[in-house]
T-cell receptor, first 112, second 113 residues
Framework: QKEVEQDPGPLSVPEGAIVSLNCTYS??????FMWYRQYSRKGPELLMY????GNKEDGRFTAQVDKSSKYISLFIRDSQPSDSATYLC????????????FGTGTQLKVEL | ETGVTQTPRHLVMGMTNKKSLKCEQH?????MYWYKQSAKKPLELMFV???????ENNSVPSRFSPECPNSSHLFLHLHTLQPEDSALYLC????????????FGPGTRLLVL
C-alpha cells in the first residue's frame, strides 16, 4: 500500500464548476498537509498549507483535513481554465526529517 | 517564475557522458533539495542539504552526486546514467526545518539515450 493515494485522473469539468480533489494516507503521524499546483513544463507551486485537522480558505481554494479518516481535500470554487494543471498533495510530520511524502498528482482540465 | 532557478531546462545525454545540473535560490533559504519526478510516480526525494551539510541521501545510486558549495547553490553531477534515469529533476529550497513550505524550481528535463 502506498503511503499516500491520489486518483491520477484526468478530471475534466466545465468552467464555473466546483472541483473536489482528494488524497488518502496511511501514516497517522502526518501533521502537515500541503497542496501543490504544477502546470505543464513547470515546477510545483505551493498552494495551500494546513497543520493538523480543520479547514483553511484562500480565495477560491479551500483545504480540508480529516485526520480521523486520514483524508484530505482541496476544493476549487468557480473553476477557471487557468486552474487546469496537476494538483499534488504532500504530507510531513515533525521528526520525519526533511521529507515530504507526495501523492502521484491529479490532472485537472477546466473546459470553456 | 519562482525564486528558484535551474539550468539547463532540457538535457539529452548518452550513457557515457558526464553532465551537471545547477540550481540557484534567491529566497534566503538555507535548505535545498533534489527530487526526481517520473511519469505516474510520486516525487522522489533524492538529497537534502541543510546549512550546506547533506542531511539526507535516500538510497540514490552513486551515479548521482550532489554538491552544495553555499546556501544559494546546489549541483547534481551525473555520470554513466541509465535510460531509466530519464525524468524531470526538480530542485527546491526552504528554511531549515520548514520542509512543509518548499519552493520549487522549474526543473531540468533529462533524457538519457
Amino acid at each position: 500500500q502506498k503511503e499516500v493515494e491520489q486518483d491520477p485522473g484526468p478530471l475534466s469539468v466545465p468552467e464555473g464548476a466546483i472541483v473536489s480533489l482528494n488524497c488518502t494516507y496511511s501514516n497517522s503521524a502526518f501533521q502537515y498537509f500541503m497542496w501543490y499546483r504544477q502546470y505543464s513544463r513547470k515546477g510545483p507551486e505551493l498552494l495551500m498549507y494546513t497543520y493538523s485537522s480543520g479547514n483553511k480558505e484562500d480565495g477560491r481554494f479551500t483545504a480540508q483535513v480529516d485526520k480521523s479518516s486520514k483524508y484530505i481535500s482541496l476544493f476549487i470554487r468557480d473553476s477557471q481554465p487557468s486552474d487546469s494543471a496537476t494538483y499534488l498533495c504532500a504530507m510531513s510530520f515533525t521528526g520525519g526529517g526533511n521529507k515530504l511524502t507526495f501523492g502521484t498528482g491529479t490532472q485537472l482540465k477546466v473546459e470553456l | 517564475e519562482t525564486g528558484v532557478t535551474q539550468t539547463p531546462r532540457h538535457l539529452v545525454m548518452g550513457m557515457t557522458n558526464k553532465k551537471s545540473l545547477k540550481c540557484e535560490q534567491h529566497l534566503g533559504h538555507n535548505a535545498m533539495y533534489w527530487y526526481k519526478q517520473s511519469a505516474k510516480k510520486p516525487l522522489e526525494l533524492m538529497f537534502v542539504y541543510s546549512l550546506e551539510e547533506r542531511v539526507e541521501n535516500n538510497s540514490v545510486p552513486s551515479r548521482f552526486s550532489p554538491e552544495c558549495p553555499n546556501s544559494s547553490h546546489l549541483f547534481l553531477h551525473l555520470h554513466t546514467l541509465q535510460p531509466e534515469d530519464s525524468a524531470l529533476y526538480l530542485c527546491a529550497s526552504s528554511r531549515p526545518g520548514a520542509q512543509e513550505t518548499q519552493y520549487f524550481g522549474p526543473g531540468t528535463r533529462l533524457l538519457v539515450l
